[in-house]
């Protein structure tokens, strides 16, 4: 809860419970005042009766003692008079009284025990009644009582007015100091909080502001004092941050994030980038506190954000989150991250016809598994090219929108989804830079032939500037496609395209991931055992072994076979039956697709029938999870597993891989790698394996298992350095390294000089 609601729950709690205790208070001595008068005026109107009523009841007279008591039947709100003799029988009372006092009531009891005179108050079924009681006397002795009965509900009427004015008075009285509280709160704390917070962001944003002027309010003297010397040392540190990475952008040291900022800022100068995907980086929706934000786990997410942080750049993407439209302005932006704005996202709405013709059609029935040669037909409908034309056309009309006023741009487009975009581009804007890196492969001609359109897309392709792959295979592949199906000069020797006078570049960026924390930190040796004998206890499983995967459902991931590679080990090894678990992580994806649909229950029934085989009430082999986890919840299985399975049947890169091996601070565990991933060419001292074998991949589980620690180690070691040094800033300076040296029509004349020597300093 905010402070500023406590902070306004406590204070009407606190001003309404004062208020009404001293309401309270003065409506309980209202209530004796009123009682009181009663009593007063009772005991006068008695005094006066009992010297007429006295010589009465000596001599008998009841008929004169019932026309005197007749006399006071509801008169000043007296509801009547009675006297009874000593046994307590009633010798005259007013009519009124008959039905409304049936007993005795217990003043007259005591009266006529002791004597004296009492009072009290009683209840009846009508209102409720006041009673004195006066002893009547003659000859010095006690011959009967005098009883005076008043209508006393007219008291809780005035009381329940009372009451009733007085919560009016507490509510407007809580409502007037609490206002003018939060108020005052408003103008002489949170406002200049406010103004502190802005300063500090800006400043931790790199961006110079002005001073809030805060010391000049004497309460905020000292804490201004002290956060204006904090912000002098996060400057002073910001400033032997940046000449640090300076020196290191100037040598061979590691990519940092502050070395790829400055390195955009010197190879881009003022041109600002444009990054186009079909995944956005921050996605709103309404959750349990109002709308929230929440970063999508990506590794394009955490390659590029330091590119557009750096040069106040703009990220195109689709709006996908069901609080997406609530958070843009009128021109579809909202600027991101949430805590500190640094760059634009600008949002582009699909409809469900074109979400499903150009993302799941298209792109993903189509293009993905063309490209992945994973033995799923390909699905290539006229709708569905129409869509995919018509969404590429969108986000090129939005794209040139953005870039309207902006001198030689910078564009980034991500993936297979865009292949259209760089052609709807240049024909606009043949000033502006652009680049499409291709996350996943690229197949060989004759499986690329397969696609009615290949034309038109590899057209729309060549436009670009640049063009990346992950591997130099991949850039093969293309270029042989392109020598097959264009008319066009293929430089083989430069990997470059000539077509209708505009040259493309081809190169491999193998992408990659972060590993910033140093490599010698090492957990106690006890830690990673006991923190997996946790993490399955947690499953319901009892083992001393554990693997790890962590995947899309999707059939280019080779899940089945991982499965039954897993039996296959069992088989030959069963002394690990009980002791070695495999946990496997599989987040659903596309499952309006049928192929993915049916992938999901294939899994399942692969599972269930490996479990049976060999399952104990308290172990089981493979445990499958079926739903989203974030990386805080796969970490601590990274960290733990003694080994991950990478078994993809073709892949562009596979960053699990890379994951697993960054994760292992520890320097121990063992990956078990396709040679159909990227990431093999990389990762050599991987356990590297044909996932098709099924045979083989038992092999490679028991070798893990049984590898000594040394080797492990060092291994794990080698992969390390290859991943700390190749790390998702290099891939992303790389890229941007390359694309600076490009000379568009407009950067040639204006600025071809400095362009050359750039592209000269990037040779």
Request: glycine share 6%; with cysteine; proline share 5%.
């Amino acid at each position: 809860m905010r402070l500023i609601h406590r902070l306004s729950l406590s204070l009407t709690l606190g001003v309404a419970v004062v208020s009404l205790a001293i309401a309270y208070f003065q409506i309980r001595s209202e209530t004796r005042g009123l009682q009181q008068d009663l009593e007063r005026h009772a005991f006068l109107l008695a005094e006066s009766l009992e010297r007429s009523a006295e010589p009465l009841v000596e001599v008998h007279a009841y008929r004169d003692l019932e026309r005197l008591v007749n006399r006071f039947q509801d008169r000043q709100q007296t509801a009547g008079v009675a006297i009874y003799d000593p046994k307590g029988v009633a010798l005259a009372r007013s009519p009124g009284l008959v039905s409304r006092v049936a007993d005795l009531p217990q003043p007259i009891g005591l009266t006529l025990k002791d004597g004296n005179s009492h009072t009290g108050f009683i209840r009846t079924i009508d209102p409720p009644l006041h009673v004195v009681v006066l002893p009547l006397r003659g000859d010095a002795k006690l011959i009967g009582a005098l009883t005076i009965f008043h209508d006393a509900s007219y008291i809780d009427r005035q009381i329940t007015a009372l009451w009733r004015r007085a919560l009016i008075g507490v509510a407007i009285q809580t409502i007037l100091i609490v206002a003018i509280t939060l108020l005052m709160l408003r103008w002489g704390f949170a406002e200049p909080m406010r103004r502190m917070s802005h300063w500090l962001s800006e400043l931790r944003a790199g961006r110079s502001a002005e001073h809030p002027g805060i010391s000049e309010l004497g309460d905020f003297g000292p804490l201004s004092k002290e956060v204006t010397h904090l912000a002098s040392s996060l400057t002073a540190a910001r400033a032997v941050a940046e000449e640090e990475a300076r020196l290191r952008y100037t040598s061979e040291s590691l990519w940092t994030k502050d070395r790829l900022r400055l390195f955009v800022q010197e190879r881009l100068g003022d041109s600002r980038v444009f990054l186009v995907s079909n995944r956005e980086p921050y996605e709103h929706f309404h959750g349990s506190k109002g709308i929230e934000c929440a970063m999508p786990a990506s590794g394009l997410v955490t390659a590029l954000e330091p590119i557009l942080r750096s040069c106040n750049g703009t990220w195109i993407a689709q709006g996908t989150g069901d609080a997406d439209r609530e958070t843009v302005d009128r021109f579809d932006r909202v600027q991101v991250p949430p805590d500190r704005a640094e760059y634009t996202l600008r949002r582009v709405w699909l409809n469900e016809a074109e979400e499903a013709g150009f993302y799941l059609g298209f792109s993903n029935e189509g293009l993905w598994p063309l490209c992945h040669i994973a033995h799923t037909r390909p699905l290539f409908r006229a709708t569905d090219w129409e869509y995919y034309r018509s969404v590429n056309a969108k986000f090129a009309e939005v794209v040139l929108e953005e870039i309207a006023n902006e001198p030689n741009p910078t564009i980034l487009v991500q993936d297979y989804h865009f292949t259209l975009l760089p052609r709807l581009i240049k024909a606009k804007r043949p000033d502006a830079r652009v680049a499409i890196f291709w996350h996943i492969p690229w197949p060989n001609p004759e499986a690329f032939g397969i696609c009615p359109w290949q034309r038109e897309l590899l057209d729309g392709l060549l436009a670009a500037d640049l063009i990346g792959f992950h591997i130099q295979a991949h850039c093969n592949n293309f270029l042989n496609t392109v020598d097959r199906a264009l008319e066009s000069r293929v430089e083989w020797e430069r990997f470059a395209v000539t077509r209708r006078g505009h040259r493309t570049s081809v190169r491999p960026f193998p992408i990659s991931v972060a590993l910033e924390r140093p490599g010698n930190e090492q957990p106690a040796p006890d830690l990673p055992h006991l923190e997996r004998c946790a993490l399955l206890a947690k499953l319901g499983i009892r083992a001393s072994r554990m693997g790890i995967g962590v995947d899309r459902i999707d059939y280019t991931k080779g899940l089945v076979e991982r499965f039954r590679g897993i039996e296959a080990f069992l088989d030959k090894h069963p002394l690990y039956r009980r002791e070695f678990t495999f946990v496997q992580i599989g987040a659903p994806s596309r499952t309006e697709i049928s192929r993915y649909h049916d992938l999901m229950d294939e899994l399942r029934r692969e599972v269930e029938r490996i479990n049976q085989r060999f399952q104990t009430p308290d172990w089981k082999p493979i445990v499958l999870l079926t739903r989203r986890h974030s990386h805080k919840e796969i970490l601590p299985y990274y960290r733990t597993a003694d080994l991950c399975l990478v078994t993809s049947l073709h892949d562009g890169m596979n960053l699990v891989a890379k994951e697993f091996v960054a994760s292992r601070d520890s320097e121990d565990g063992v990956l078990i790698l396709s040679q159909f991933a990227g990431a093999a060419h990389e990762l050599t001292d991987a356990l590297v394996i044909n996932p098709y074998d099924t045979e083989e991949m038992g092999r490679a589980i028991h070798t893990a298992l049984e590898m000594s620690p040394e080797e492990a180690r060092l291994r794990m070691q080698r992969m390390r350095a290859i991943v700390r040094e190749r790390n998702i800033y290099r891939w992303a300076g790389d890229l941007i390294g390359e694309l600076s040296g490009i000379r568009t029509p407009a950067t040639a004349i204006n600025s071809g000089p400095r362009l050359v020597r750039k592209a000269a300093t990037s040779a």
